[in-house]
């Protein structure tokens, strides 16, 4: 893997831990801060629906993590496709149905770690 690659990897992963905890954990504080559209009395009754999506980029997370500790190189390069292809997917989904922000913070830096990624030696 490239170092360029990996670090793409990473930042994704981190970033999807990130939205984790203020989903999961900072949805009523840091989540009012960050998805300002979003009326202010609807952050208490959906605080489990937030921390079911929390779950599931930490799974995204979980999985691009996993892709950066496998040894062989193939399989490694293929399981972080495959992360970094489920991001920008989720990514392209909320930028056209939430908030174009979403794309450009999420699905923009998977996009260019899937095009590093899939044209690495």
């Known amino acids: 893997m490239t170092t360029f690659s990996l670090i793409l990897i990473?930042?994704?992963a981190l970033e999807h831990v990130y939205i984790?905890?203020?989903?999961?954990?900072?949805?009523?504080?840091?989540?009012?801060?960050?998805?300002?559209?979003?009326?202010?009395?609807l952050f208490e009754p959906t605080k489990s629906l937030a921390a079911n999506q929390g779950l599931y980029n930490g799974f995204l997370a979980a999985g691009l993590v996993w892709s950066l500790?496998?040894?062989?190189?193939?399989?490694?390069?293929?399981?972080?496709?495959?992360?970094?292809?489920?991001?920008?997917?989720a990514g392209t989904y909320g930028g056209l149905t939430a908030s174009r922000s979403i794309?450009?913070?999420q699905a923009l830096p998977a996009l260019l770690g899937l095009i590093v990624t899939a044209f690495r030696p």
């Not at 500790?69 to 997917?89: M, Q, R, T």
Request: hydrophobic share 55%.
């Open 103 to 105: 794309f450009f913070v």
């Open 20 to 41: 984790l905890w203020m989903e999961m954990f900072a949805w009523t504080t840091r989540g009012k801060a960050t998805f300002k559209s979003l009326p202010a009395h």
């Open 10 to 12: 990473a930042a994704v």
């Open 69 to 89: 500790g496998i040894s062989d190189p193939e399989w490694s390069k293929n399981v972080a496709l495959f992360f970094l292809g489920c991001v920008f997917v």
